[in-house]
């Protein structure tokens, strides 16, 4: 089992910055991979970038140069640094975790950005 805790969302103007972090607990050591997914409203959940416990990285096109994943093993967490965002990264944006085939997933965290 693995408690996912999201924080640092909010809103922001086109062109700001918002970094996000996931906070790990429990089976953090059979941990495969995490990433970050978001989902707008009457869209489906999509993956906007994961790292896996090697730290390998994978993002989506639509990111790419903007956001970037990283992780602090030493704190169990990990975070997504987001530059230059634009009114469609607007999403509820989910943690989720990796543990063999399960997944895992954070409560969500709101990021608006405003034109």
């Known amino acids: 089992q693995v408690q996912l805790v999201e924080s640092g969302g909010g809103l922001v103007q086109a062109g700001g910055s918002l970094r996000l972090s996931c906070a790990a607990s429990g089976s953090i050591f059979s941990i495969n991979a995490m990433g970050w997914y978001r989902q707008a409203p009457g869209k489906r959940r999509e993956l906007v970038a994961s790292?896996?416990?090697?730290?390998?990285?994978n993002y989506a096109d639509s990111v790419k140069g903007r956001f970037t994943i990283s992780r602090d093993n030493a704190k169990n967490t990990v975070y997504l640094q987001m530059n230059s965002l634009k009114p469609e990264d607007t999403a509820v944006y989910y943690c989720n975790a990796l543990l063999h085939i399960f997944n895992y997933w954070g409560q969500g965290t709101q990021v608006t950005v405003s034109s």
């Open positions: 790292i896996t416990s090697s730290g390998s990285t």
